[in-house]
């Protein structure tokens, strides 16, 4: 079996998989690590590894480069290789939604008993800030509303203290700074129209460093579990972390849940989105189950 470790080249876990992980996954497969440079490098190592035979791609890193590799093994190949993950990153939230292992023995342990499952693939269809339209796969979540601030302000802060203060500094200052927006969804079964402070289509359970926005999500219903949150306060937002941190639904007047294999959201104001921690652009846009699947290799 042909193993090729896409690795996030500029993580600061990056000494802990060479010294900790690699060692012995290397003494037991025949495996190659591709380190990325920069942030899209990512897309372009997996889409070369799809057309060179590889059985198995690993993503090492965080949401960020699971949601490139993704992305690089679904552009136009056939036959794709099986994809894992070595979570690395600071909040590994599709990692968490799968219960992904990152300690060795349960890795060594993964990669022997091959076991695959097919998931569902989201795609998303956005607005740039160029005012273009552009597409992406995704595996996660996608969002609209704070989500996308707190990664706007993470990438212009440089994280010179690293990932995780950046992100939780982040989170804070939208907290109190963010005005929720007018937005309207509508699916094939239902709408919605809003201030959102939140509104998240999930293909996992977990996003934003650990919170169980979507407990009920699977990744081989064909289906999204939707979270929308509208104009709640600061306050009860923040108070609603705890439940959510233990993966319970929330019981409040201004919070929705809801199902759909489709989602066009639109606004009258510049609404942000995002996909996967990945700043895409702005509303209007089209969240759709992708006709793909991909191999996914489970503990």
Request: include cysteine.
């Given at each position: 079996m042909?193993?090729?470790?896409?690795?996030?080249?500029?993580?600061?876990?990056?000494?802990?998989?060479?010294?900790?992980?690699?060692?012995?996954?290397?003494?037991?497969?025949?495996?190659?690590?591709?380190?990325?440079?920069?942030?899209?490098?990512a897309?372009?190592?997996?889409s070369?590894a799809?057309s060179?035979?590889?059985?198995?791609?690993?993503?090492?890193?965080?949401?960020?480069?699971?949601?490139?590799?993704?992305?690089?093994?679904?552009?136009?190949?056939?036959?794709?290789?099986?994809?894992?993950?070595?979570?690395l990153?600071s909040?590994?939230?599709?990692?968490?939604s799968?219960?992904?292992?990152?300690?060795?023995?349960?890795?060594?342990?993964?990669l022997?008993?091959?076991?695959?499952?097919?998931?569902?693939?989201?795609?998303?269809t956005?607005?740039?800030?160029?005012?273009?339209?552009?597409?992406?796969?995704?595996?996660?979540?996608?969002?609209?509303?704070?989500?996308?601030?707190?990664?706007?302000?993470?990438?212009?802060?440089?994280?010179?203290?690293?990932?995780?203060?950046?992100?939780?500094?982040?989170?804070?200052?939208?907290?109190f700074?963010f005005?929720?927006?007018?937005?309207?969804?509508?699916?094939?079964?239902?709408?919605?129209?809003?201030?959102?402070?939140?509104?998240a289509v999930?293909?996992?359970?977990?996003y934003?460093?650990?919170?169980?926005?979507?407990?009920?999500?699977?990744?081989?219903?064909g289906m999204?579990?939707i979270?929308?949150?509208?104009?709640?306060?600061?306050?009860?937002?923040i108070?609603?972390?705890?439940?959510?941190?233990?993966?319970?639904?929330?019981?409040?007047?201004?919070?929705?849940?809801?199902?759909?294999?489709?989602?066009?959201m639109?606004?009258?104001?510049t609404?942000?989105?995002?996909?996967?921690?990945?700043?895409l652009?702005k509303?209007?846009?089209?969240v759709?189950?992708?006709?793909?699947?991909?191999?996914?290799?489970?503990?």
């Amino acid at each position: 079996m042909k193993i090729v470790v896409i690795l996030n080249g500029i993580s600061l876990h990056k000494k802990k998989f060479y010294q900790d992980v690699f060692p012995f996954i290397k003494d037991a497969f025949d495996v190659h690590v591709w380190e990325t440079a920069s942030r899209h490098d990512a897309v372009a190592l997996a889409s070369k590894a799809a057309s060179h035979n590889v059985d198995l791609v690993i993503a090492a890193g965080g949401d960020g480069t699971v949601f490139q590799v993704a992305n690089g093994l679904l552009q136009g190949h056939d036959g794709l290789p099986v994809m894992a993950v070595i979570p690395l990153g600071s909040g590994n939230d599709f990692a968490r939604s799968l219960d992904l292992p990152n300690n060795k023995n349960q890795i060594i342990a993964m990669l022997r008993q091959m076991n695959v499952m097919e998931i569902d693939v989201g795609k998303v269809t956005y607005t740039t800030m160029h005012d273009e339209v552009e597409s992406r796969y995704f595996l996660n979540v996608v969002d609209v509303g704070m989500g996308p601030v707190v990664v706007q302000k993470v990438l212009a802060s440089g994280r010179p203290f690293g990932s995780a203060i950046a992100y939780y500094s982040s989170i804070l200052s939208t907290f109190f700074s963010f005005k929720p927006k007018l937005m309207r969804a509508v699916s094939p079964r239902w709408t919605w129209e809003g201030k959102v402070r939140t509104f998240a289509v999930a293909n996992g359970k977990y996003y934003g460093h650990g919170l169980c926005i979507a407990p009920s999500a699977k990744f081989d219903d064909g289906m999204f579990e939707i979270f929308a949150c509208g104009d709640a306060s600061v306050a009860d937002f923040i108070l609603q972390t705890a439940p959510l941190k233990r993966g319970k639904q929330i019981n409040h007047p201004k919070v929705s849940y809801y199902f759909s294999d489709r989602v066009e959201m639109t606004s009258s104001e510049t609404c942000l989105i995002e996909a996967d921690g990945e700043l895409l652009g702005k509303l209007p846009a089209t969240v759709c189950m992708a006709n793909q699947k991909i191999k996914f290799l489970l503990p």
